[in-house]
């Protein structure tokens, strides 16, 4: 039982390009989400999902996709890197909001 | 804007002092959580209290709920250095297409000096 991992740990990228940050979890969980995490900021809410097919917006989707084909797995696309993503980055789930979420370790990405 | 609100943002005490952290938040809510973070690391699922709680308690975690004043607090007591850590709290919220999300505040950095 792996609970939530993510992938990479870190990365560095240039202004403009793309990548997906990778988030599965092998507890059956409908719920999962990404936040990001910046200095003084707390955790700040980029989408989230409440099952196969379901996603919403949080509070900072601008810049950022998600799909979730499949209960295990909640990638995160940012679609063409700014400076202002530089960021850590958490991917969670929870099997509903009446329990807590499980959280992946992050990923810490920079753009330059 | 972010739903949960802690204060303070930072508290420093002696070891075997307690430490009392609050949140406050703005909508109504079905359940308020408490979550650790290690520096550098994952957050960490610490207590869930349902919106008809008024306290709840977990070892040496004592959380209190009042949704007439949409406010809960954490404290602990009897501290030891490895609680040094932030914390946050995090309380649902209605989404655009009606589902629930989970929002968090900005945390509190407590430090337990030896």
């Known amino acids: 039982n792996a609970g939530v991992t993510q992938t990479p740990k870190f990365q560095v990228l240039k202004t403009g390009q793309s990548m997906t940050l ?4 092998d507890m059956n969980h409908e719920y999962m989400s990404w936040y990001r995490q910046d200095p003084g900021m707390g955790l700040r809410l980029i ?9 919403d917006q949080g509070e900072v989707p ?6 979730r084909s499949t209960t295990e797995d909640f990638p995160l696309r940012l679609l063409s890197a700014a400076p202002s993503q530089t960021s850590v980055y958490f991917c969670a789930s929870s099997r509903t ?6 959280f992946g370790s992050g990923t810490r990405l920079t753009v330059v | 804007s972010q739903q949960g609100e802690e204060d303070p943002q930072a508290l420093s005490i002696q070891e075997g002092e307690n430490a009392t952290m609050n949140c406050s938040y703005k909508t109504s809510i079905n359940n308020l ?10 957050l960490v699922h610490l207590i869930l209290i349902r919106s008809n709680e008024r306290e709840k308690h ?10 007439s004043k949409k406010s809960s607090s954490l ?7 490895a609680d040094t850590a932030s914390y946050f709290c995090a309380t649902d919220a209605q ?8 929002v968090f505040g900005q945390g509190t950095r407590l430090t337990i000096n030896p």
């Not at chain 1, 601008?62 to 799909?67: A, K, Q, R």
């Open chain 1, 22 to 25: 990778q988030c599965a979890q």
């Open chain 1, 47 to 55: 989408h989230y999902s409440v099952g196969a097919g379901i996603t």
């Open chain 1, 62 to 67: 601008n810049g950022y996709n998600v799909s």
């Open chain 1, 97 to 102: 909001l009446n329990y807590g979420y499980t």
């Open chain 2, 33 to 42: 959580q408490w979550y650790r973070q290690n520096s550098g690391r994952g």
């Open chain 2, 58 to 67: 977990s070892g040496r975690l004592r959380v209190t709920l009042d949704t």
């Open chain 2, 75 to 81: 404290l602990i007591t009897a501290s030891r250095a």
């Open chain 2, 95 to 102: 989404g655009l297409q009606g589902a629930q999300k989970l």
